[in-house]
């Protein structure tokens, strides 16, 4: 792989932008080889060099190997969890790199349009099916802040699995209480069911508003501290766990 200017390599690493990358260099937040870097248009090779940032290894994608990707992504609110939209709205594509893009990563399922939080995506087909399909039903975390009476009864009803005013029955839902609000009440919701807005049509069919819903977790994949609109790759040990042992990439953003 050619060298090529430090910004950029920070940039593909989907740390920050390269006008970012070359605030942080001038900070003196950047090294090389383990050598403090101040330098404006320095040049790495980023499959020999080692690019520290803040004291965070970066891990770089080398784009002539055809590799599977694996990225978490923390997706905002009014982005389309989708590989293109007819409307011509946001989607997450839209928020990775190109340098990732060329790789045709697509999204693991879906995240509604007004929710936010993780979402998984990869260019490894069979793990896309592994992960979506309904034999293989991976645990979600979601913290979901709703408006309206949350009583005992109400928390139950989901507890014992609940069915939708459609027809549809709903496999039983971990929920706790995490914070009272005045009429607003943020909850903790463990799904292992894969029914299309399922968290939303079940606060509606209970008289409860949702205002907020973020997914935080999938699986062994935590959305930790991402900030929006942001990506990481998943670690070695997150891709076996989703996957099986054996696989993996090494171009990923180091814990």
């Known amino acids: 792989m050619p060298h090529i200017r430090l910004n950029k390599a920070i940039a593909s690493a989907g740390l920050c932008s390269r006008r970012r990358a070359d605030e942080l260099i001038t900070r003196g937040e950047v090294r090389v080889n383990g050598v403090l870097v101040r ?30 990707l694996y990225l978490a992504l923390h997706k905002p609110p009014g982005v389309i969890s989708s590989a293109r939209d007819p409307q011509g709205r946001t989607i997450v594509l839209d928020l990775l790199p190109e340098s990732i893009t060329k790789h045709r990563v697509l999204p693991v399922g879906r995240l509604d349009f007004d929710s936010e939080g993780l979402l998984l995506l990869t260019n490894d087909g069979a793990m896309i099916h592994h992960l979506t399909h309904p034999r293989h039903e991976v645990a979600k975390t979601y913290r979901v802040l709703v408006q309206g009476p949350v009583t005992p ?9 609940m069915p939708l005013q459609e027809g549809k029955k709903l496999a039983p839902v971990s929920v706790t209480v995490l914070k009272r609000q005045q009429d607003r009440t ?40 991402l900030p929006r609109g942001k990506f990481r790759y998943l670690s070695a040990s997150e891709i076996e766990q989703l996957t099986g042992p054996g696989k993996g990439s090494r171009f990923r953003v180091e814990k």
């Open 39 to 68: 330098i404006l248009g320095t040049k790495i090779d980023p499959m020999k060099d080692t690019v520290d940032v803040a004291g965070k290894r970066l891990g770089f994608m080398d784009p002539d190997r055809k590799e599977h």
């Open 153 to 161: 009864d109400r928390l139950e009803t989901m507890r014992r699995g």
């Open 186 to 225: 943020w909850l903790k919701m463990i799904l292992n069911q894969g029914v299309n807005r399922q968290i939303r049509r079940m606060c509606r069919d209970l008289g409860l508003g949702v205002i907020r819903l973020i997914r935080v977790r999938q699986g062994p994949v935590d959305l930790r501290d």
